[in-house]
């Protein structure tokens, strides 16, 4: 079992940065890849970005490639979204997943609730 709890989201102006933090509970975080989704009021959930096990790898949707960075402290059970150049399109509620190396949600198994970023123009 996996809690996931995220954190640093906001109001931020656009062309700014944001860090969301996801903390893991539990001793098997390191097993799992971790996923970001976003979704943005009347809209599907989308697939934002994710890193395997070990940090080694990530992938990234195309709207956010070159302005988002996904990383993860394996030690401190935790994984990072740093976004940059942040677009009011970027307006949505973040969640972190625990799963496989994927973009699809069905692959993660544990969910957090969700941050809201929120980017005016």
């Known amino acids: 079992q996996v809690q996931l709890v995220e954190s640093g989201g906001g109001l931020v102006q656009a062309g700014g940065s944001l860090r969301l933090s996801c903390a893991a509970s539990?001793?098997?975080?390191?097993?799992?890849?971790m996923g970001w989704f976003r979704q943005a009021p009347g809209k599907e959930r989308e697939f934002v970005g994710t890193?395997?096990?070990?940090?080694?790898?990530?992938s990234y949707a195309d709207s956010v490639k070159g302005r988002f960075t996904i990383s993860r402290d394996n030690a401190k059970n935790t994984v990072y979204l740093q976004m940059t150049g942040l677009k009011p399109e970027d307006t949505a509620v973040y969640s972190c997943a625990a799963g496989s190396y994927s973009a699809l949600p069905r692959d993660y198994v544990y969910w957090g609730q969700g941050t809201q970023v929120t980017v005016s123009s």
């Open positions: 539990g001793r098997t975080f390191s097993y799992y890849a």
């Open positions: 890193i395997r096990r070990s940090g080694s790898t990530t």
